[in-house]
């Protein structure tokens, strides 16, 4: 079992640039993909970023792609979202979540991870 925690978020200008940390708790981290979503008022919820157990590989979604950056650091159990540029549209509930690496994993498919947290209010305005 892991358990994920994501901090960070508030309310943010146009153009600001954020960052956003989840951190984990519970089973080796290392062996964990992980990922970020965001859901909007109304909307779907999004895939963001993702990024495998060993760090090596990211996804991005394209709303993001060159924007926002995913990291992570195993040894302090962190995965990190670092936002720039932000536009009104990135106004969301962030969520980080996590994947057991020994099984099938899909980066941008939300039903692919077991873990998630509660989320963190991100809202750009002007």
């Known amino acids: 079992q892991v358990q994920v925690v994501e901090s960070g978020g508030g309310l943010v200008q146009i153009g600001g640039s954020p960052r956003l940390s989840c951190a984990a708790s519970g089973r080796t981290f290392s062996a964990y993909h992980m990922g970020w979503f965001r859901q909007a008022p109304g909307k779907e919820r999004e895939f963001v970023a993702a990024?495998?157990?060993?760090?090596?590989?990211?996804y991005y979604g394209n709303s993001v792609k060159g924007r926002f950056t995913i990291s992570r650091d195993n040894a302090n159990n962190a995965v990190y979202l670092q936002m720039n540029i932000l536009k009104p549209e990135d106004t969301a509930v962030y969520y980080c979540?996590?994947?057991?690496?020994?099984?099938?994993?899909?980066?941008?498919?939300?039903?692919?991870?077991?873990?998630w947290g509660r989320g963190t209010q991100v809202t750009v305005s002007s």
């Open positions: 979540a996590a994947r057991d690496g020994g099984y099938y994993w899909s980066p941008v498919s939300s039903n692919t991870y077991d873990y």
């Open positions: 990024i495998n157990n060993g760090g090596g590989s990211t």
